[in-house]
């Protein structure tokens, strides 16, 4: 088959859904197939630049490249799910939340312009009438599911993936660290750890691992670390490299990933292959499909003083709790059976 993969990419920012995107292109090549990307530049100020692109994205014809014809288009980010074809089968990685499920909650920014409400009921139109063209409609997880059923009343089914580097992780050593990864924004919520962290008893370090794309949020950061006195137990590191990413996760103690609703969460899986708990919270979302409380982690209510009191257990753990918690996550994630192949086959049937 040839293969358009129709995503959407704002300029100079990479994180998973790129990721996924690069990842689903070389195992459809892998498969034998023709495999192209289609990343459409995405702007979303002033909130009627999305209306362009909306109309953009419907008006472009892909159902042929040069007189040859597209046998497939795998949707996966608005608005370039909203591309016409005639065979064309979605992988959701996540709705325009701001539309949706951020709309009235403190990081939500669309509810707070002049033409929020218009522009948030022009994309619900577009998405109750368009999606349902898709011949068949998967998702990232069974948060990004259940989304889609509660606004818009469209079914789905999950369809879970490996992280990428799946096979470089490696568990290690269980060291005198915390690591946060993940790209510094106030909807991955660093603040709460660095509040923690001030409520602890022990003197836990913590890494943070990840660039950024909110300079104001990262600053206040800064500012929290050093009213709380916590500049010898806190590193900034933010992008590493691949092997030092793998070395981060491999000999950290536990890895912490306090995100608000997130779809589906790498840092938890690549955790687990690292053989290391997932320190995550009752509302994060994605994480909460893999993370069980007491057996391969810990699930803490949204609040600094119970994450530190979690904080606390491991760093004074003299039993191997850390040790018996990330045995039991990697022995989790193997009984999943995550392989691209199984993507490839379900998205291309």
Known sequence: MRVIIATTQVPFVRGGAEFLADNLRV????????????????KW???????DNMLACRLMKIDEACGVAIDRVIGLKFPAYLMPHPNKVMWLLHQYRAAYDTWDTPI????????GRSVQSAIKRADDALIPEYRAIYTLSRVVSDRLKRFNNIDSRPLYHPPPDADELRPGEYGDYLLVPSRIDDSKRQHLVIEALAFTRQPVRAIFMGG????????????RCAEAGLQDRVQWLGFVSPEQKRSLYSNCKA?????????????????????????TLSDSGGPLEFVIDGETG?????????????????????SGLAARLGSA?????????????????????
């Open 27 to 42: 195992a459809l090549i892998e498969a034998g197939h023709q495999a192209e990307i289609m990343a459409i530049p995405f």
């Open 212 to 223: 950024g794309n909110a300079p104001d949020y990262e600053a206040a950061l800064l500012r």
């Open 45 to 51: 100020y002033p909130p009627t630049r999305i209306l």
């Open 298 to 318: 810990f699930i803490c209510a949204p609040q600094p003083d119970a994450m530190a009191d979690v904080f606390d257990q491991l760093w004074s753990d003299r």
């Open 329 to 349: 996550g990697l022995e989790s994630y193997r009984a999943l059976g995550l392989a691209w192949s199984g993507v490839v086959s379900q998205l291309l049937a």
């Open 108 to 115: 939500g920014d669309l509810i707070n312009t002049s033409d």
């Open 255 to 279: 890895v912490v990933f306090p995100a608000f609703d997130e779809d589906y969460g790498y840092v938890t899986l690549e955790a687990m292959l690292s053989a290391k708990p997932v320190i």
